[in-house]
Protein backbone atom coordinates (compact mmCIF):
# COMPACT_ATOMS: atom_id res chain seq x y z
CA UNK A 1 0.00 0.00 0.00
CA UNK A 2 1.25 3.65 -1.13
CA UNK A 3 0.03 6.65 0.52
CA UNK A 4 -0.81 9.65 -2.38
CA UNK A 5 -1.64 12.11 0.18
CA UNK A 6 -1.88 12.93 3.94
CA UNK A 7 -4.23 10.47 5.88
CA UNK A 8 -6.41 12.83 8.51
CA UNK A 9 -9.04 10.36 10.86
CA UNK A 10 -11.60 12.90 11.57
CA UNK A 11 -14.22 10.45 13.07
CA UNK A 12 -15.35 11.82 16.49
CA UNK A 13 -17.22 8.67 17.69
CA UNK A 14 -15.01 6.35 20.25
CA UNK A 15 -14.00 3.08 18.96
CA UNK A 16 -16.28 -0.11 20.39
CA UNK A 17 -15.13 -1.31 23.58
CA UNK A 18 -13.58 -4.84 23.85
CA UNK A 19 -13.60 -4.42 19.62
CA UNK A 20 -10.54 -6.05 17.48
CA UNK A 21 -7.06 -4.05 17.59
CA UNK A 22 -8.42 -3.29 13.40
CA UNK A 23 -11.25 -1.29 15.28
CA UNK A 24 -9.11 0.86 17.13
CA UNK A 25 -6.32 1.73 14.23
CA UNK A 26 -6.48 3.91 11.72
CA UNK A 27 -4.34 1.44 8.92
CA UNK A 28 -4.17 -1.92 9.75
CA UNK A 29 -1.45 -4.48 7.94
CA UNK A 30 -1.53 -7.92 8.93
CA UNK A 31 1.55 -9.94 7.42
CA UNK A 32 4.97 -10.87 6.31
CA UNK A 33 3.79 -9.30 2.65
CA UNK A 34 2.16 -6.41 3.73
CA UNK A 35 4.12 -3.10 3.52
CA UNK A 36 2.62 0.59 3.54
CA UNK A 37 4.79 2.99 2.31
CA UNK A 38 3.70 6.65 3.53
CA UNK A 39 5.78 8.18 0.28
CA UNK A 40 6.78 10.98 3.13
CA UNK A 41 2.78 11.89 3.74
CA UNK A 42 1.09 12.49 7.35
CA UNK A 43 -1.20 10.12 8.98
CA UNK A 44 -2.65 12.31 11.60
CA UNK A 45 -5.24 12.23 14.50
CA UNK A 46 -7.63 14.53 15.02
CA UNK A 47 -11.15 12.67 15.98
CA UNK A 48 -11.20 9.72 18.50
CA UNK A 49 -8.68 7.32 16.85
CA UNK A 50 -6.59 5.02 18.80
CA UNK A 51 -3.88 4.35 16.98
CA UNK A 52 -2.39 5.05 14.05
CA UNK A 53 -0.87 2.28 12.24
CA UNK A 54 -1.25 -1.30 13.22
CA UNK A 55 1.42 -3.52 12.02
CA UNK A 56 0.82 -7.06 12.69
CA UNK A 57 2.69 -10.59 12.51
CA UNK A 58 5.98 -9.21 10.22
CA UNK A 59 4.20 -6.35 8.36
CA UNK A 60 6.07 -3.40 7.26
CA UNK A 61 6.11 0.68 7.48
CA UNK A 62 8.22 2.84 6.12
CA UNK A 63 8.41 7.24 4.96
CA UNK A 64 5.94 7.48 7.30
CA UNK A 65 4.87 10.52 9.32
CA UNK A 66 1.97 9.63 12.19
CA UNK A 67 1.00 12.25 14.80
CA UNK A 68 -1.46 12.75 17.92
CA UNK A 69 -3.03 9.34 18.51
CA UNK A 70 -3.15 7.30 21.54
CA UNK A 71 -0.13 5.04 20.19
CA UNK A 72 1.46 6.33 16.59
CA UNK A 73 2.85 2.41 16.03
CA UNK A 74 1.76 -0.39 17.19
CA UNK A 75 3.82 -3.55 16.10
CA UNK A 76 2.36 -6.92 17.52
CA UNK A 77 4.28 -10.06 16.53
CA UNK A 78 7.18 -8.68 14.69
CA UNK A 79 7.32 -6.22 12.08
CA UNK A 80 9.72 -3.48 10.71
CA UNK A 81 8.90 0.42 11.11
CA UNK A 82 11.83 2.57 8.40
CA UNK A 83 12.41 5.94 8.39
CA UNK A 84 9.24 7.22 9.96
CA UNK A 85 8.67 10.07 12.25
CA UNK A 86 6.17 9.70 14.91
CA UNK A 87 5.76 12.81 16.97
CA UNK A 88 2.97 14.16 19.48
CA UNK A 89 1.43 10.84 20.47
CA UNK A 90 -0.46 10.41 24.39
CA UNK A 91 1.30 7.50 25.43
CA UNK A 92 3.94 5.97 23.16
CA UNK A 93 5.27 6.72 19.77
CA UNK A 94 5.90 3.18 18.81
CA UNK A 95 4.73 0.37 20.94
CA UNK A 96 6.00 -3.49 20.74
CA UNK A 97 4.20 -6.45 22.12
CA UNK A 98 4.56 -10.18 21.05
CA UNK A 99 2.07 -12.35 22.10
CA UNK A 100 3.86 -15.43 20.14
CA UNK A 101 6.71 -17.48 21.73
CA UNK A 102 9.86 -16.16 20.69
CA UNK A 103 11.59 -18.85 21.41
CA UNK A 104 12.27 -22.05 19.63
Known sequence: VKLTEDLFCT???PP???????DICA????GEDAELDCNEFMVHNSGAMVI?????NGARAKN???QKFLVGIYVQNGGEVNDCEVMFNDVFGIQVQNEASSTT
Do not use: A, K, S, W
Not at 16 to 22: L, N, S, T, V, Y
Not at 27 to 30: E, M, Q, Y
Open 11 to 13: DTE
Open 52 to 56: GICLL
Open 27 to 30: ITLD
Open 64 to 66: CYV
Open 16 to 22: PIGGDIC
